[in-house]
């Protein structure tokens, strides 16, 4: 292993997800790159390998389901995932963590993020717990302003719990702290969570529209849709327990009520059309859990619309 390095390959595949090459070092020119985090910032220290850290591998595990192979027509996209394009499509592995540096994965995210985009990539994150987008949304610190789009059935804003500040109850307050986050939704939301009445207040107070699954149900994600501006730069972070459990079960929060897949799928293509989406996160998922692998190709289909849509916009032209 070599320990100075930003990710590592985690090796059993021959391919990395949806049939991607394998980039043993970080890209200088990349058009997509999947990197997997498999650690954030734990609550406790037996939770520094949780069952989310798995979702990486259980992501790549499944993506010949996700995609059977790249030339076979998509009836989401409307033909094949690339059309044809020859697009430099990598798979970065995943971010090194050591045993002797217990938060280094924490900068090398952040890193990780930074270099992909210098390369021109979007990229594409396998998490790990929501904890993950906190060093990832500070990658684009000079690629801003973003406006972040949420599914979650938690508005995560915490400041802290057990004393962590950027663990998996956070990343919103944190987003909400960063001087190139701008407008955030918050897509899904029911039940409860970490969030107590001042966490809703702070999310107020700062401007974030919290929208309810039922507000999401009752008007129609086009009604959604339309309350985000156009012509923003988006971030997408997808936690699956935003998710109805009935798709999504892999989640260590399922609660009824969720979002649907037809939802989440025209969220990501009305962000695609409406402005640039720059980046995309899904987070969340307990491969303990899964029934029938479901939770995984669920993510893995909402990922494939997202690069489909994008295609299909010219995001990749030259
Ligand atoms: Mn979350």
Redesign the pocket.
């Known amino acids: 292993m070599v320990v100075d390095a930003l990710t590592a390959i985690p090796g059993k595949p021959d391919r990395g997800f949806l049939f991607s090459e394998w980039a043993r070092e970080l890209p200088e020119k990349a058009d997509i790159a999947f990197l997997g985090v498999p650690y954030g910032s734990a609550y406790s220290f037996h939770e520094i390998v949780n069952d989310q850290a798995n979702g990486p591998r259980a992501m790549r595990e499944v993506a010949d389901r996700v995609v059977r192979s790249l030339e076979r027509f998509d009836f989401d996209l409307g033909g094949p995932l690339y059309a044809g394009r020859n697009l430099r499509v990598v798979d970065c592995g995943d971010v090194l963590a050591l045993a002797s540096d217990p938060t280094g994965h924490i900068r090398r995210t952040e890193q990780a993020v930074r270099q992909l985009l210098a390369a021109g990539a979007l990229p594409i994150i396998l998490g790990g717990d929501?904890a993950i987008p906190i060093p990832v949304l500070r990658a684009y610190e000079d690629r801003g302003p973003i406006t972040l789009v949420?599914i979650?059935?938690?508005i995560?804003w915490r400041d802290e719990v057990n004393g962590v500040h950027d663990g998996?109850?956070s990343?919103i307050r944190r987003a909400s702290e960063m001087s190139h986050v701008g407008p955030i939704f918050q897509i899904g939301l029911r039940a409860t969570?970490s969030a107590r009445a001042e966490e809703v207040d702070a999310a107020h107070a700062y401007g974030a529209r919290l929208i309810s699954a039922y507000e999401l149900h009752e008007q129609g994600m086009a009604a959604i849709l339309a309350r985000i501006p156009d012509g923003g730069r988006y971030y997408l972070?997808v936690?699956m327990?935003?998710m109805d459990p009935s798709i999504a079960p892999a989640v260590a929060a399922p609660c009824p009520g969720g979002v649907s897949f037809l939802e989440a799928r025209q969220l990501i293509h009305g962000l695609v059309r409406k402005g640039r989406l720059v980046g995309m996160d899904v987070?969340?998922i307990t491969p303990s859990s899964d029934l029938n692998r479901i939770t995984c190709i669920t993510a893995g289909r909402l990922i494939v619309n997202m690069i489909g849509a994008a295609v299909r916009a010219g995001y990749f032209d030259r």
């Open positions: 929501h949420q979650d059935q938690h995560d998996l109850s990343p969570g972070t936690d327990d935003g987070v969340e």
